[in-house]
């Protein structure tokens, strides 16, 4: 959950991510590492998927747009 790119790729190809991985002890010393991976690892992991889909509708409309030019309407 911490690293960016392995997330990206995890993502990349995916219609649907489910996320359930979780740091859930329910009482730690230091708080700090669970914060990392429940609060930060989801805000990357969501980053990521979002920027896939981004990435994934910009191609989309990319290729409706590119097929239209390509259409003859008389």
């Known amino acids: 959950l911490r690293n960016p790119e392995s997330l990206r ?19 730690v010393p230091d708080p700090g590492p669970m914060m990392a991976a429940n609060v930060d690892g989801t805000r990357t992991l969501l980053r990521a998927a979002h920027a896939y889909e ?7 409309q990319r290729a409706i747009i590119e097929r239209a030019n390509h259409l003859h309407v008389e």
């Open 9 to 27: 790729s995890a993502v990349a190809g995916c219609d649907d991510v489910y996320h359930c991985a979780a740091d859930y002890r329910l009482w």
């Open 54 to 60: 981004q990435a994934t509708e910009w191609h989309k």
